[in-house]
Nanobody, 124 residues
Framework: VQLQASGGGLVQAGGSLRLACAAS????????IGWFRQAPGKEREGVSC????????YYEDSVKGRFTISSDYAKNTVYLQMNTLKPEDTAVYYC??????????????????WGQGTLVTVSS
């Protein structure tokens, strides 16, 4: 079982990155996928998630209108398109797979599998 997060890097404020979360070793279709991030000295926080059952999406308030989550289940991959990046978006971004109910997906404890994280650094 593996989740592989990729796509992080260094970008200037206002720039864009696309993160990818590729899954293998389990039935990806059964899971909701969430993106979390952890900035230095801060707790991990939820950023966005997508439901497999109906495609519902969720965005944390600070990323609404800038980030877009999408899925390509044929490739077992979920993407997080991040536009108009800000220095406060700097963090390690993690993707997770959850069998939990939609109402619980904000809770990182409800995730069954995690990727290793990818670092996003936004310079001012």
């Amino acid at each position: 079982v593996q989740l592989q997060a990729s796509g992080g890097g260094l970008v200037q404020a206002g720039g864009s990155l696309r993160l990818a979360c590729a899954a293998s070793g389990f039935i990806f279709d059964d899971y909701a996928i969430g993106w979390f991030r952890q900035a230095p000295g801060k707790e991990r926080e939820g950023v966005s998630c997508i439901s497999r059952s109906d495609g519902s999406t969720y965005y944390e308030d600070s990323v609404k209108g800038r980030f877009t989550i999408s899925s390509d289940y044929a490739k077992n991959t979920v993407y997080l398109q991040m536009n108009t990046l800000k220095p406060e978006d700097t963090a390690v971004y993690y993707c997770g797979a959850s069998l939990g109910a939609w109402s619980t997906l904000h809770d990182q404890n409800m995730y069954n599998y995690w990727g290793q994280g990818t670092l996003v650094t936004v310079s001012s």
